[in-house]
Nanobody, 123 residues
Framework: VQLAESGGGLVQAGGSLRLSCAAS????????MGWFRQAPGKEREFVAA????????AYADSVKGRFTISRDSTKITVYLQMNSLKPEDTAVYYC?????????????????WGQGTQVTVSS
């Protein structure tokens, strides 16, 4: 299983980015998916997750109202739309595949990870 993130970059505070995550070798439609991030010197933290159907989502309090997780109709790609970005959002963002179809909020609930994409928000 390989996951590949894209869409990271450098943006000014208040700007937007959309991250994408796609899997090789199989489709993602049977699994819940999540996004995590890790800033320098900090532990990896949960950002957002979406269940198999796309009908349920969950967000960290720090990103609620600013970030939106979604998956396309073919369930092949998962997105993270990030608006009103803040310097504290700067981190490497990772896409992850859940072990099942229901949302997990902890990293232990995921069994496949991408290599990450850097998001840098300047003040």
């Amino acid at each position: 299983v390989q996951l590949a993130e894209s869409g990271g970059g450098l943006v000014q505070a208040g700007g937007s980015l959309r991250l994408s995550c796609a899997a090789s070798e199989f489709t993602l439609d049977a699994y819940a998916m999540g996004w995590f991030r890790q800033a320098p010197g900090k532990e990896r933290e949960f950002v957002a997750a979406i269940d198999r159907s796309g009908g349920k989502t969950a967000y960290a309090d720090s990103v609620k109202g600013r970030f939106t997780i979604s998956r396309d109709s073919t369930k092949i790609t998962v997105y993270l739309q990030m608006n009103s970005l803040k310097p504290e959002d700067t981190a490497v963002y990772y896409c992850a595949k859940d072990v099942g179809s229901v949302i997990s909020l902890r990293a232990q609930g995921y069994d496949a990870w991408g290599q990450g994409t850097q998001v840098t928000v300047s003040s």
